[in-house]
């Protein structure tokens, strides 16, 4: 299954992004600080990175300088999830190579598409399970109904499934 790495400062989002990732057929490796985004990404190999701007310990560019001096991630797509307007990042990111961006509140879509665009491989959905088969007391659509048979005598022990009982 492929790997995405996730750090936001807010422990909501960060689990709306992982629900998103899964729900995509991805595997959401989550860092519960800053300072163990290296230490996970070494240990996993994300694909990508999924990463806040605006952070206390270091902000996202520090850690996307930090990641990319790496062996393990110095290729690795990194997407910044933030409310800090697309401009202001790309500003300070300038041209570093595999850098993409989404918004918040989160978009599955934008996500998906963010994803896709920057080259992390497409996970296949699972095969939908397969539909029931319809129940044989119900006619497929379009078919004649035949109303059942009411013969006016009680079905008393169940036993006549073709007469109601309106008892």
Not at 27 to 42: F, I
Not at 88 to 99: A, H, N, Q, S, Y
């Amino acid at each position: 299954m492929t790997k995405i790495l996730v750090y936001d400062l807010d422990p909501q989002f960060r689990e709306e992004l992982k629900n998103a990732l899964t729900s995509l057929g991805y595997e959401a490796v989550l860092s519960l600080d800053g300072y163990g985004v290296l230490p996970l990404a070494e240990k996993h190999k994300p694909s990508a990175v999924v990463l806040d701007f605006k952070l206390p310990e270091a902000d996202g560019f520090e850690i996307l300088k930090r990641l990319r001096a790496t062996a393990f991630c110095a290729a690795t797509p990194i997407i910044f999830a933030s409310s800090t307007p697309k401009f202001e990042i790309e500003f300070v990111v300038m041209d570093e190579p595999g850098v993409g961006y989404i918004d918040k509140p989160l978009d599955p879509k934008q996500l998906k598409a963010t994803l896709e665009a920057m080259g992390v491989p497409a996970v296949k959905a699972a095969p939908a399970p397969a539909a029931r088969p319809p129940a044989a007391d119900i006619p497929p659509p379009g078919a004649p109904l035949t109303p059942p048979v009411f013969t006016g005598e009680p079905d008393l022990d169940g036993s006549r499934d073709e007469i109601i009982d309106l008892d």
